[in-house]
C-alpha cells in the first residue's frame, strides 16, 4: 500500500472515531485535510463552507435552548463557543493535525500556527461532512463535539474583560480606554505583540505581551478590571 493510501486510510479511520462519521466520498476527505503548500484543490473552500454551517447550528442550539436570552447574551455565547481557542483545543483533543497533508509548516515549533490550523482543519472537515452527507447529520456531529462548550455553563453571555471595562469607563462619564499595539518580535507567520492600554483614572499604563491582539486587549484589559475591583475592596 502506498503512502498515500496509508495516509488516506489513517484519516478516515480518526474521522470515524472522533467524529462518528464514515465519509462516503473519500476525495471530500482528503480536500478537507489538505493543506495549500500541497495542493491547489485544498480545504480553504471546505473551511469556508464549514464556518458557515458551524455558525448556524450553534446558533440554532442557542436560539432554541435559551428561549429567555436576549440576542447580546445569545452572540456572546457563540462566539465564545466557535472562537479560535476553543475550537483549536477540540480539534487537538481530536488530534486532527495529525492527518494534515502539509509540506515543511513545521506546525510543532510555532503555537500559533498550530492553532490557527487546528481550527482551520476542524471547519474544513465540518464543511466536507456537510457536503457528503446533509445538514441533520452535521448538526447532530456538531452538537455531540460540542456538547461539552453548549452546556457547560449555567449562565451564558458573559461579557469578556475589555467590554467589561469599556462599560465601566462609560458608566463613571470617562473615555474609553485607548489601545495601542506594537509588534516587537517573531516572524510574520508567528508574530509577538506588546498591548497597552491608557484609561483616564489611572496615571500609569498597563502592558501586556501576547501572541495576538485580540487576547492582548482582553489580558491588559483585565489588569485594569482587576485594578478597580482591588480599589473598591479598600
Known amino acids: 500500500m502506498s503512502d498515500i493510501k496509508i495516509q488516506n486510510s489513517k484519516a ?15 476525495d471530500l476527505l482528503v480536500q478537507a485535510i489538505t493543506h495549500k503548500s500541497i ?3 485544498n480545504y480553504e473552500r471546505l473551511e469556508f463552507l464549514g464556518d458557515a454551517v458551524l455558525q448556524l447550528i450553534i446558533t440554532k ?13 445569545l452572540s456572546r455565547e457563540k462566539q465564545s463557543i466557535v472562537s479560535k481557542k476553543i475550537m483549536s483545543m477540540i480539534s487537538s ?19 500559533a500556527m498550530m492553532a490557527s490550523l487546528s481550527t482551520d482543519v476542524m471547519e474544513s472537515i465540518i464543511g466536507a461532512i456537510f457536503l457528503d452527507s446533509n445538514y ?7 452538537i455531540d463535539v460540542f456538547n ?31 489601545y495601542t499595539t506594537i509588534k ?17 483614572i489611572f496615571e500609569s499604563p498597563e502592558y501586556v505581551i501576547s501572541k495576538t491582539v485580540q487576547s492582548g486587549q482582553q489580558n491588559v484589559s483585565q489588569k485594569f478590571l482587576d485594578k478597580i475591583n482591588d480599589e473598591k475592596k479598600i
Open 12 to 26: 478516515k479511520d480518526l474521522i470515524s472515531e472522533v467524529f462518528k462519521y464514515d465519509f462516503i466520498n473519500i
Open 148 to 178: 461539552k462548550y453548549l452546556n457547560g455553563n449555567i449562565k451564558i453571555g458573559k461579557k469578556d474583560p475589555k467590554t467589561l471595562l469599556q462599560e465601566h469607563m462609560q458608566s463613571i462619564g470617562k473615555s474609553l480606554p485607548i
Open 93 to 111: 483533543d481530536m488530534n486532527l493535525l495529525s492527518i494534515l497533508r502539509s509540506n515543511n509548516l513545521k506546525v510543532d515549533s510555532n503555537p
Open 184 to 200: 516587537i518580535n517573531g516572524p510574520s507567520h508567528d508574530p509577538e505583540f506588546k498591548i497597552k492600554c491608557s484609561i483616564d
Open 136 to 142: 441533520s447529520t452535521c448538526e447532530t456531529i456538531v
Open 61 to 73: 442550539y442557542l436560539y432554541n435552548k435559551y428561549p429567555d436570552n436576549p440576542e447580546g447574551d
Open 39 to 41: 495542493s491547489k484543490k
